[in-house]
């Protein structure tokens, strides 16, 4: 039921993500529920399908991990916000490695959810920070790449 993450050493984790297409409600459904199921294995807070090598946009979050995800299909930020926060993240992609990155404190996001319904939302602090590590991966962004930005600014 679980599904395997790519780890860093994996040239898939820097493949762009493509628009999820409606093709298979059940298939849909089904990838959904087994993402959820690993990111709750992997004690995880987000996981997007580029991670599990599936090249379509779908994020599941659960800052609280009460079993009440939320499910993010084909994000797109609308908006950022102009205040900036910095804060230590890690990734279930690369084991035993945290960074400090700046990040927007808060996004307009538009996106689908589960039921197909067109959506546009304000995200702040942490659930901003955690939707923009998970659009990161669907654009083939890793943390790591945040660190080279960091030397090249000192």
Known sequence: MFLKILNIKDK???IKSEKMIF????????????MIFTMYEKK???????????????????????????III???VIKNSSLFT?????????????????????????FINLYNKNKKKIFNN????CLQHEIDHLNSVLIIDYMNKIIKNE
């Open 126 to 129: 942490i659930n901003s920070r």
């Open 74 to 76: 084909n994000p797109l």
């Open 12 to 14: 898939r984790l820097r």
């Open 44 to 70: 995880g807070i987000g996981i997007a399908s580029s991670q599990i090598n599936f090249k379509n946009k779908i994020i599941i979050i659960d800052l609280n991990k009460k079993n009440k995800p939320s």
């Open 23 to 34: 093709y298979n409600k059940i298939k849909k459904l089904f990838l959904i529920k087994r």
């Open 86 to 110: 910095l804060s230590t993240e890690g990734c279930l992609s690369i084991k035993n490695f945290f960074i400090n990155i700046p990040r927007p404190e808060k996004i307009f996001l538009n």
